[in-house]
């Protein structure tokens, strides 16, 4: 992913959002499809049917992190391992395509797969005005369905929708799930959709439940940390604590809601023991969806609403203002930032908490406050998100390192523990 974190984006921000992006960012439309098996799904009346439900998948793997969770996946038949960024915030998973290989990730070949198969434009998804992308989906010169898929912060993927198994053991297979096959994309990995939507991994492959620990980032050279995910029951649940989510019917269409995300009901930030003066409604949906607050694994920083961020960029002010690095804003979003004694100024800042209902928190030691954005400069890991044309607060992954994060989709809950990440739990 890009440093700039990601958040959800919205189809009538992307339109006013496009224009502003570099050059170097362009819609190709339309795509020359991929020469690749002519095997093709048949229509179906029911745009995910299966005859037989899926059964509970028990799968423990590991992930890289670094400003993304990076796991890699087996797909395919024979499997074929795929590099993909776990990402809560979107919906769509798609794995690379490009002729061409992409070192040091290598992209999916269809040729080498048995069960690959691709959607033609008869396919319910490609139609004009489904609601799934930020572009509609388009019948390509081959007859097969194109998609476009963009985020707020300029990465992109299009390609052709296709089905596709995942293989987690010798018994446990997915059944063909709809994924992007990308053949162009800002970025040399695949996506994990996990959020709510009907085209979600989680949707597709009726996950009860999943969880990860994110360990801290490390500054070491050429080290990067590995954290523990697991799909079904996590052995270590006993010990979180849950909140219920926020749902919202996806027929409820306001302009900046997103009902797809996992809302969390957040109603507080503290300093130590200071809270903050900031209203509970800042952190949920107003009559126009501002101010939802998500649990995001595909961001990297926290990003907030200007009440709530202007409320802790006082509080930073107050108390280490002189020390504030002058013109300097990280990602466009994030203006909290320093050159100085990293541990006096942490000692000054002191420990950051969000609070939720039910007593919950998310505590992020003074040690883990500020954020290395490299050239000897440290930030606040919060940035602020009308900046990235967004109306949402956003938990990003820098405030869920050491934790616990548990999406209980079935009960509509979310829990969160403190663990040592950097162990292999």
């Avoid at 290989?101 to 080498?112: A, E, G, I, R």
């Avoid at 996506?191 to 009907?198: D, V």
């Avoid at 900046?256 to 800042?282: C, E, H, Q, R, W």
Wanted: charged share 15%; glycine share 8%; aromatic share 10%.
């Amino acid at each position: 992913m890009s440093p700039i974190p990601k958040p959800l984006f919205f189809f009538f921000f992307f339109l006013n959002y496009v224009v502003s992006l570099s050059t170097s960012l362009s819609i190709h439309l339309p795509l020359t499809s991929l020469p690749i098996s002519p095997k093709t799904t048949t229509f179906t009346t029911s745009l995910l049917s299966r005859k037989n439900p899926s059964p509970p998948y028990h799968f423990r793997s590991r992930f890289k992190y670094s400003m993304a969770l990076i796991i890699s996946l087996p797909i395919g038949t024979p499997p074929q391992t795929q590099q993909m960024v776990l990402d809560t915030g979107s919906q769509l998973s798609w794995i690379q395509c490009h002729r061409k290989k992409l070192p040091p990730v290598t992209s999916f070949d269809p040729s080498l797969s048995s069960s690959f198969s691709t959607l033609p434009c008869s396919h319910p998804l490609c139609k004009p005005r489904i609601p799934d992308f930020t572009l509609p989906t388009s019948c390509d010169s081959n007859r097969l369905c194109h998609y476009s898929y963009f985020y707020a912060d300029g990465t992109f993927a299009e390609g052709n929708l296709v089905k596709e198994k995942i293989t987690f053991s010798n018994t446990e297979i997915t059944p063909p799930l709809i994924l992007g096959c990308a053949t162009e994309s800002s970025d040399d990995r695949g996506i994990l959709g996990m959020n709510r939507g009907r085209l979600s991994f989680v949707s597709q492959a009726k996950i009860s439940k999943f969880s990860y620990c994110i360990p801290p980032k490390s500054n070491r050279p050429g080290f990067t940390p590995t954290g523990s995910f697991y799909l079904g029951d996590n052995p270590n649940s006993h010990g979180f604590k849950y909140v219920s989510l926020l749902t919202f019917p996806e027929t409820q269409r306001m302009p900046n809601l997103d009902p797809l995300a996992y809302t969390v009901p957040m109603i507080g930030i503290k300093f130590g023991l200071k809270k903050l003066n900031i209203s509970g409604s800042v952190f949920r949906p107003d009559a126009g969806g501002s101010g939802q607050t998500m649990v995001d694994s595909g961001s990297e920083f926290t990003h907030l609403v200007d009440a709530a961020y202007d409320a802790v960029r006082g509080e930073i002010v107050r108390r280490v203002g002189r020390r504030l690095k002058k013109g300097y804003v990280y990602g466009g979003t994030a203006d909290m930032c320093f050159d100085g004694n990293v541990v006096m100024i942490q000692r000054l800042v002191g420990d950051l908490v969000f609070e939720f209902t039910r007593g919950v928190e998310i505590l992020v030691p003074k040690e883990r406050v500020l954020v290395n954005v490299g050239g000897g400069v440290h930030c606040v890991g919060i940035g602020r998100s009308s900046m990235l044309g967004a109306a949402s607060n956003i938990i990003g992954n820098v405030h869920q390192q050491n934790l616990w994060v548990e999406f209980d989709v079935t009960n509509r809950r979310v829990g969160f523990a403190k663990a040592d990440c950097s162990r292999l739990v």
